[in-house]
């Protein structure tokens, strides 16, 4: 089974940006849809992104039109492009995989059967 490996993570001020991606490690179905997951200190793990089997994304209403959800051309994992950060933005985020076909479809924890451990984004006011 594949695991997987969040990159980009950092410290900015708020209106910065970043990029995460999630490594692969083991067979990557180009197929696979694919979430972003973020949680916050406290809080409970909510979805920010799904990117669908052929690329299509969605968003949580909070960060829409700032994050832009994709798939890396070469093979097939998950980018997730930050743009105009806010502190609410702050917290670990996760890439996690949907292995089934058709995909669940979901962005919610249980859709998704592999996890990735996590970056820390931390935004700054």
């Known amino acids: 089974q594949v695991q997987l490996k969040e990159h980009g993570g950092g410290s900015v001020q708020a209106g910065g940006s970043l990029t995460l991606t999630c490594q692969g490690f083991g067979y990557v179905n180009e197929r696979y849809c694919w979430g972003w997951f973020r949680q916050a200190p406290g809080k409970e793990r909510e979805g920010v992104a799904h990117?669908?089997?052929?690329?299509?994304?969605e968003y949580s209403e909070s960060v829409k039109g700032r994050f832009i959800a994709s798939k890396n051309n070469e093979n097939g994992t998950p980018v997730l492009q930050m743009n105009a950060l806010k502190p609410e933005d702050t917290g670990t985020y996760y890439c996690?995989?949907?292995?089934?076909?058709?995909?669940?479809?979901?962005?919610?924890?249980?859709?998704?059967?592999?996890w990735g451990g996590g970056t820390q984004v931390t935004v700054s006011s």
């Open positions: 990117i669908g089997a052929f690329g299509a994304a």
């Open positions: 996690a995989a949907d292995f089934s076909w058709p995909c669940r479809g979901r962005l919610v924890p249980t859709a998704f059967d592999t």
